[in-house]
């Protein structure tokens, strides 16, 4: 016995790649007798040598189907591409697109569980937008105070500059005892005119390098100036 099995994995073995997943899909379809895998046979193995006896037994299935009410015919025939498409569904987990299934297939197979997940997107709370700091920066000028901003909030670029400290050292390797606890004002000749040529740096077509950069005043600081100097330093 063993020997016999052991032949006939060889066997297997010894066919080309194409024939044995051919011949395996095959023994699978006909095993189940279900009408999707040999609809699945009979459209990803046009060229099997199984092919006359899968269409037979496809239409005796659906002829069997059809004769006992087991569903729409539409839904029998259209299981292939029903399958692909709440697959595609699935992935795309929105309203639009069980809407899409339904509409392509009100009889289909897959009705129910489309109805049932958009009743589940239906009942899901909104999703709630990130906060945009940008957004709310949007015409700040240089003597408007920041609306937003854990550091900054409440002051205008022009207290900052003056009064702000450093929330880390502006330069790696600089001693605490000259930055710590001190303004910007003791290191920077910071006026209107010189803060703009650098808020200026934040709205090159380039500028995502600097705006990566971590600012010293911290990032709503760091947008601020960039919208600022988006409305032209005013």
Sequence with gaps: MRRYVLGAVLAVLALPLQAQTDDAAWQAALISQDIGQLQGFVKDHPQSPHMAEAEALLAKALTTARGMGLMPVQAVEG?????????????????????????????????????????????????????????????????????VGEHVKGRSIAELIASATPQFSPIEGLPDAAWRDKTCANCHAWNEASLCDQAQTYTKPNAAEALAKPHPLGETFKLGLQQWALGGCK
């Design 79 to 147: 299981y292939v591409a029903q399958k692909e498409l709440i697959a595609a569904t699935q992935g795309a987990k929105t309203a639009a697109a069980y809407q899409a299934y339904l509409t392509a297939y009100p009889q289909g197979l897959f009705v129910g569980l489309a109805q049932t997940e958009l009743a589940l997107l239906a009942l899901a709370p909104a999703e709630v937008a990130p906060p945009n700091p940008a957004a709310d920066l949007m015409g700040l000028t240089f003597t408007t105070p920041f609306p």
